[in-house]
């Protein structure tokens, strides 16, 4: 709700202001546009924190989506990216509103069209701080630099292999791999075991299901959350039951932001 005092105030919120990203968001869009405007923010979360969903940079994209709207102040998309980046290297894409293909720290991104799958996801009961799996492994050392002609060859290959990927669960060989790698999933299983347990807990439950899966299980970002891209709709009702304090859900993806519409090119 926007505020005519200039005042900006997270309601209901756990952490201090100069900690709150959502805050943060706001009183950076209202220090560099130079607004007298304030806003009382009210954040409804539906995934878990500590899970490597983006959630916290997701909240900081459409804070700065919203309030330049909300206090008109007409930043261009590539203006907010900008303020976005000092809030964190993944809050831009959030900004650019599409699948991309991400280089630098995640600032340089170019559009990719992608299938709009749905994905299964579970979340173990504990969850992992992103300094620490970061802290934990050398990415400029081990990481294996990618590029997107390599992406768009592997993209190819798996929209002509529709028929190899029909096989329930991982048991056939044909299965076309997922492209690339998560190069923070094993410093994460090192520090939580419960992220490979959940891995093992996904694919299992799917195979006895029936659920088709196009790739096997990954974690998400920094974790602990892990996922896997469904193939069919066989898998509801098989994350009932999951072990205490779990959560899992099957969700579809977007292609574009649902608030893209909302800034100037």
């Known amino acids: 709700m926007r505020r005519d005092d200039g005042h900006i105030r997270r ?3 756990a952490e201090l202001p100069e900690h709150d990203l959502c805050v943060r968001a706001a009183v950076l869009l209202q220090q560099t546009a130079g607004c007298r405007l304030g806003v009382d923010i009210q954040l409804r979360k539906s995934i878990p924190q500590q899970a490597g969903l983006g959630g916290g940079s997701s909240d900081a994209a459409t804070v700065l989506i919203g309030l330049n709207r909300l206090w008109g102040l007409n930043l261009s998309r590539a203006g907010l990216m900008r303020l976005a980046l000092q809030l964190g290297a993944d809050v831009p894409v959030f900004i650019f509103g599409r699948n991309a293909w ?12 992608l299938p709009t799958p749905l ?3 579970v979340h173990p009961a504990r969850g992992l701080s992103t300094h620490a799996v970061f802290s934990a ?3 400029t050392s081990a990481a294996t630099a990618e590029k997107i002609s390599g992406f768009a060859e592997w993209l190819n290959t798996t929209r002509n292999s529709a028929t190899r990927n029909s096989a329930p669960g991982l048991k056939e060989p044909a299965l076309v791999e997922m492209w690339g790698a998560n190069d923070l999933q094993q410093p994460a299983i090192a520090a939580e075991p419960e992220v490979g347990r959940a891995m093992a807990e ?3 439950r799917m195979a006895r299901s029936g659920a088709k899966l196009r790739f096997a299980a990954r974690m998400s970002g920094s974790g602990s ?9 066989g898998a509801h009702g ?4 999951l072990p205490a304090g779990w959560q899992g859900r099957v969700c579809s993806g977007l292609s574009r932001h649902p608030l893209q519409g909302w800034i100037d090119a």
């Not at 991400?102 to 069209?113: I, P, R, T, W």
């Not at 098989?238 to 039951?241: F, H, I, R």
Request: cysteine-free; proline content about 0%; glycine content about 8%.
């Open 11 to 13: 309601l209901g919120a």
């Open 102 to 113: 991400a280089q630098g720290v995640g600032e340089e991104l170019q559009a990719v069209d």
């Open 119 to 121: 994905w299964v996801v």
């Open 137 to 139: 492994f050398d990415l």
């Open 202 to 204: 996904l694919l299992a």
């Open 225 to 233: 959350a892990v996922f896997a891209w469904l193939d069919s709709e």
């Open 238 to 241: 098989a994350l009932d039951d």
